[in-house]
């Protein structure tokens, strides 16, 4: 099948960037160019010739632009087989024109509902009717007609209908695939705008998630899985998705789990901060007067798991920093942070025996999380929940034993209570000087939990506090505690045994906070 000269196009969009240019060389390629409303107004301005819609099919454009594009003199042109004999008689009996190349883009609806204060009335009217009309009609039909719907397109069209009068099948299947995916992203928004007008309590009565494939994984957790990467269509800036990879090999599955994590975070603290993740789970953490300090006293936390780590840090990685990453002896497999100096850069990729193959990521500014959702796959379904993510008040936390902690005390137990929620459940921290000493991960018993932060720990763990994503059941852990060497201990609370956890804390001299909240994290 050969590929029809591209002899008409039909423009019709909403985002005109780089519209004129693109349509000058249209026109220079003797495409003539229709156009309809706000768009041929437009390129008249810009000096470009360009038919009205509604002068070809005689029929105006009416209920304030609602109507103008859906018309068989429109979607003839489109829809038509240039190979089948009774389709192109049947343009020639009704004075049909055919198009060859649509160019659309649809009204802003994403951007009308995320406005403050959007009402419902604006939302609808910028749902766009006659736009995926077009840009579906076209797509069925990309044997025959080319697509284009966002303005990254424009440059390899105008240079193939420019060198050759028309376009490769090739492009138009690819440009077809495209274009089917921009109106399902649409009708997702605009179905999920319309669940959020019948939730129950937060929760919509339907869900769509629009995601577009990013990425194809070496493999998954393990090799024999395959795997991908997908990113949401309105992502925000800071995030592992968008981020832009300055060196090293390609980001695995793993890597992407445990570079997320890692950013959580840092992200949360206003200090200079470092996490050190070794399967998912902080095998250090700390902050410090400088990106560097925090950094060397993260790697400090558990040095022997922080070997083969990915690292996350809330700065721009300076060369301090970078000379604490690249010492003989330690080997990381990614770094995530806001950006890296040219300094830096230069000291990760030449020094370190790694410097080939380490990972590293630039998000930009962090601030807070601005994920409100998380969601995860079970056999038949998805759970959906809010992130854990907001701050817990100290106005809502209660000493609740009759020594007081100390200020300095204090520090740490806020410290360690931040570092704990990104820890497995059952949880457990051991933290001094605002640095993880030790955590006890995703064990089947908080006793057990306890015995490996401790064990973590060593011998730094006297005078050091300790913190339990949720509450203890038995007094067993904290008399474990106070014999190695705690001084003070921070947990949710909630315990029907509470009393006499608190009489053991009594007993042993141990303050203990409850917050009031917990923070399993499975």
């Known amino acids: ?221 393990n090799p024999h899985q395959q795997a991908a990467l997908y990113a949401k269509a309105e992502s925000p800036a800071a995030n592992l998705v968008s981020a832009i990879q300055l060196n090293g090999k390609e980001l695995s599955y793993n890597n992407l789990l445990d570079l997320d994590s890692a950013l959580g975070i840092v992200r949360g603290f206003s200090e200079p901060a470092a996490s050190v993740m070794k399967h998912n789970n902080p095998c250090g953490a700390a902050v410090g007067d400088t990106l560097a300090e925090a950094l060397a006293k993260g790697m400090e936390g558990d040095p022997l798991s922080a070997y083969g780590s990915v690292i996350g840090l809330n700065r721009v990685v300076d060369a301090d920093t970078a000379e604490v990453l690249a010492k003989p002896g330690l080997f990381v497999e990614a770094v995530v942070a806001p950006d890296f100096t040219d300094e830096a850069l230069e000291i990760l990729k030449t020094k370190p025996k790694w410097k080939a193959n380490v990972r590293l990521m630039k998000v930009g500014n962090l601030g807070a999380s601005p994920e409100r959702w998380v969601f995860r796959c079970i056999e038949g379904g998805v759970l959906m929940q809010e992130a854990d993510v907001a701050a817990d008040p100290e106005a809502d936390w209660t000493v609740v034993t009759e020594t007081q902690p100390a200020e300095a005390q204090m520090a740490d137990l806020r410290f360690a209570w931040d570092i704990v929620r990104f820890v497995k459940s059952n949880a457990i921290a051991v933290c001094k000087d605002r640095m993880l000493l030790g955590a006890g991960a995703g064990q089947m018993s908080r006793v057990d939990s306890v015995e490996i932060a401790i064990s973590k720990a060593g011998d730094r763990v006297k005078g050091a506090v300790l913190s339990s994503d949720a509450f203890f059941p038995f007094p067993d852990s904290i008399e474990r505690c106070a014999q190695a060497g705690i001084t003070a201990v921070i947990q949710p609370g909630g315990s029907k045994r509470d009393p006499e956890v608190i009489e053991a804390c009594n007993k042993l001299g141990v303050p203990m906070i409850f917050t009031g909240r917990r923070h399993f994290k499975h």
Do not use: W
């Open 1 to 221: 099948m050969s590929s029809p000269p591209v002899k008409r196009a039909l423009i019709s969009v909403s985002d005109k960037l780089g519209l004129a240019g693109f349509v000058r060389g249209l026109v220079q390629a003797g495409v003539e160019i229709y156009s309809t409303g706000g768009t041929r107004a437009h390129l008249e301005s810009e000096g470009i010739p360009v038919v009205d819609v509604a002068a070809y099919t005689g029929f105006p454009e009416m209920m304030d632009g609602r109507l103008k594009t859906l018309h068989p003199l429109v979607h003839g042109g489109i829809l038509c087989r240039h190979d089948n004999p009774s389709d192109m008689q049947a343009l020639g009996e009704h004075g049909i024109k055919t198009f060859e190349l649509v160019v659309v883009n649809l009204y802003p609806f994403q951007q009308t509902v995320a406005r403050e204060g959007v009402t419902e009335e604006e939302a609808i009217e910028n749902i766009d009717i006659g736009g995926p009309t077009m840009v579906r009609a076209a797509a069925k039909n990309h044997a025959f007609t080319t697509i284009a719907t966002n303005p990254g397109q424009y440059s390899e069209i105008l240079q193939q209908i420019a060198a050759d009068g028309c376009t490769t099948l090739e492009l138009r299947k690819r440009l077809a695939g495209e274009a089917f995916d921009h109106t399902a992203k649409y009708d997702t928004a605009i179905a999920a705008y319309f669940a959020g007008l019948r939730t129950e309590g937060s929760f919509p009565g339907h869900l769509s998630i629009g995601l577009s494939r990013k990425a194809v994984l070496r493999y998954g957790e």
